[in-house]
């Protein structure tokens, strides 16, 4: 699960139009055909809900947002304001995970900790690639530019982290330091484990992120040359507008939630929507969560990322998430239908 969270401005509550948003279906359906849907806890759905409620400009989710935060019974309020609308079903939905590593650092280079986190430089034009993976480890692009964050002790870790695109530093002592992202390289993402597949390296189903740091820690040259294969360059920030103990800051400029949070391509799923899933695989999941992230890799109407946390624990279950399943997501009434309607009229 490709990470890289995406800029502020992905938070209008409108579904974009772009050309594969203009080709896409929607379908309403009712509230007893989500699998599921009775066994949830609502009221758990609907405080993950008021957390981002307010963003959003648009009148129609404002109102809404003052009606949540009355605290009303959860499932009510979503039976009674929302809609079911399952967009661009046909294909079956790949759900992954993310989590928030928790990385020992340290805020001076060592011999222990050689590999820096480095802010955007200020050269980069958004809109406009700017040096590859392999161009800036390879040629040394920012070292002695004052661009360094922190520094880390391992690689590999050091890349899932650009993945995951958020972090937290274990400082010497004990302190936490926070990270979140900071920019990009505006190069595309491309998948280190579907290279390994290609190579034969691997099948499919052996794939994770387990496996991935393993191999190339065994293999540490070719690990590097396999890493660089991903062109995408994650930098970063400091984030102090949080306390460590909270859940990472999100595409909406607020902590994500463990379980609940969603993160969805916002040119089909409106940010701050909540989004049903229907997760099947070894662990099905069944549940309510609110559409708050952004990634990178996550592109098309029936792809989401699942936050699982922080640390290892939350790493370890992410990285084996790799499911199909459909999502569905609530919208208001008026525009369900108005959605519906307009799908029916091309």
């Known amino acids: 699960m490709t990470r890289a969270r995406l800029a502020s401005a992905l938070l209008a509550m409108t579904v974009a139009t772009s050309p594969a948003a203009a080709e896409t279906t929607f379908e309403i359906l009712k509230f007893d055909q989500l699998e599921g849907w009775s066994n949830d806890d609502h009221d758990a759905a609907l405080a993950t809900f008021v957390r981002t409620c307010d963003i959003p400009k648009d009148p129609e989710w404002r109102a809404l947002c003052r009606l949540a935060k009355d605290q009303p019974a959860g499932k009510s309020f979503f039976e009674l304001f929302f809609r079911p609308v399952l967009i661009g079903g046909a294909e079956p939905a790949l759900f992954t995970g993310y989590y928030e590593p928790e990385l020992p650092g340290s805020l001076h280079r060592t011999g222990r900790f050689r590999f820096p986190l480095f802010k955007q430089p200020p050269d980069i034009v958004s ?17 002695g530019k004052g661009l360094e964050i922190v520094w880390l ?61 393993n191999w190339v820690s065994r293999n540490p040259e070719e690990g590097k040359a396999l890493l660089q294969h991903n062109p995408s360059y994650v930098f970063f920030r400091k984030v102090t507008e949080v306390d460590a103990s909270q859940g990472p800051i999100g595409a909406m400029n607020r902590s994500v939630t463990t379980e609940r949070t969603l993160a969805v391509d916002p040119s089909f799923v409106p940010l701050g929507a909540p989004v049903w899933i229907e997760k099947d695989g070894k662990q099905p999941l069944r549940r309510l969560m609110v559409a708050q992230d952004t990634g990178s890799a996550i592109k098309g109407a029936q792809r989401a990322d699942i936050f699982y946390g ?21 919208l208001p009434i008026q525009r369900a239908f108005a959605m519906a309607e307009d799908d029916q009229g091309q």
Do not use: C
């Open 310 to 330: 922080s640390g290892k624990t939350a790493g370890r279950t992410a990285g084996a998430v790799r499911d199909p399943g459909r999502m569905i997501v609530l």
């Open 153 to 213: 002790d391992d690689p590999v870790e050091r890349f899932f982290l650009q993945i995951q695109g958020s972090g937290r530093i274990r400082l010497p002592g004990g302190n936490l330091l926070r990270v979140g992202y900071g920019g990009h390289n505006g190069h595309t993402y491309r998948s280190i484990g579907r290279e390994m597949i290609r190579r034969g390296l691997y099948e499919a189903h052996q794939v994770s992120a387990q496996v991935i740091k």
């Open 127 to 143: 809109g406009q690639p700017w040096a590859t993976r392999a161009q800036i480890e390879a040629n040394g692009l920012l070292d």
